[in-house]
């Protein structure tokens, strides 16, 4: 009886999968939606985890000065990451799979080898530099801070240092493995970081406190790390760092990749300048601003991590193929469907942020008054929800076509709406203000950036039909 049951189950599995490959290898539109179906399921229970771990913290350390001078330290290693790693899974993606699909595997690793030298090669001058000036950012960026709690901030700092060098590495391999649409282990890796941070916490708070909670960080993004090297071996590529100059392939990925660091240093930078104006408020403000912001990142990066991820090597095909329309229809598609589905729950979370903050958060030192001030917060970050998964999708077009020229001016732009929108929301509302005012600012940046995707592809399309006729 049992054994038949078991085989029932198996057969049903084995039918499931059949059909879901034969719909999900279909159209382009289904395999970019079986992709990013996959990879948010996946990176779903990713989120899970990094809530639990949340709702530790929340328990362990509530918004008190500890909590404020982690994240104030967390501040710096984040800003780098988004600025010089993050951008190589743009700048690489492209590239790679024009050169993996005209010249062959072979040369593909090179261009993986030797983004490593480059990349490594940056983090650890970068790394440096900013272990020397630790003593003097800090004054600046939390000049509500007392001395004691800035030095609580330097120590916690140069903890959690080594992970801009760890994650540099981490963005590169995982960059190749959606290249290679293989985006599992990519999706679920991550979870690795909130998992050790929640058993530290649970085994070791009451010995080590806030830095409990810095090893656990320290020691997830090397797990991280691990997974994703070993998942690179078993697709046969080799990890070893190799510098190769006469490369004209790479002399393409650099340029792309200077390109977007200087787009993500300036957006990158209005983060900076939301928690530094935080740090100036009244005590706690850093804390209600991170948890008021915790549940919309989090539901903002599960879909805009699973779209952006599995629309990118798509696009970027059509790009190398020249398929404008394809593109610019696919991108329709999905940008349509973006506004459809995450209107109704930005109103939903802009309705309902108290009682969600209060079923989630309110326990052990996170008190009644911090539920009302972050949920405020988080309602208004609500707002920006389809704004920026919009935005993300809009991105991937333009990264897909080598125009990340644009991403500066977007940035620049968006850097300097948010000086000015800060400066009126925080004297107007208070904490509160800078989140009103992080989602006018994604209303702006969706704008210019869809002017632009039509612009280029436009051109791109009527340059072709002229060259068609030409011949």
Known sequence: MVQGILNLGIKVSNTLKILWKGWSEGSINRRILGAALTIGILTFGVHLVAMVKELVVAASFGTGDVLDAFLIAMVIPTFVINVIAVPLHS????????????????????????????CIGMLLIVTVILTLLGPSLFPILASGFDSEKIHLTEMIFYCLIPIILIQGVVTIWSAVLNARRRFILAAIAPAIVPFVIIIALISGKSSWGIYTLAGGTIIGFIGEAVVIGFGLKRQGLRLKPQFIIKNPYLRVVIKQYALIIAGAFLMSSTNLIDQGMAAMLRPGSVAVLNYGSRLVNLGIGLIATSLGVAVFPYFSSQAAHKDWSGLLQTAHFYLRWVFIVMIPISLFVFTFSETIIRLIFERGAFSPEDTRLVSQVQALFGLQIPLHIGGILLVRVLSSLQKNHILI???????????????????????????????????????????????????????DHNNRESE
């Open 91 to 118: 700048a690489l993606i492209p590239t790679y799979i024009q050169v993996r699909d005209q010249e062959g595997i072979e040369e593909a690793q090179t261009i993986l080898s030797s983004m490593m030298v480059y």
């Open 409 to 463: 001016w977007a940035s620049g732009f968006n850097l300097f709406i948010k000086i000015i929108l800060n400066y009126f929301f925080v004297m107007w509302i208070g904490v509160a203000g800078i989140a009103l005012s992080t989602s006018f600012m994604y209303l702006g940046s969706l704008l210019f950036v869809y002017y632009f995707v039509r612009v280029f592809l436009n051109k791109f399309r009527e340059r």
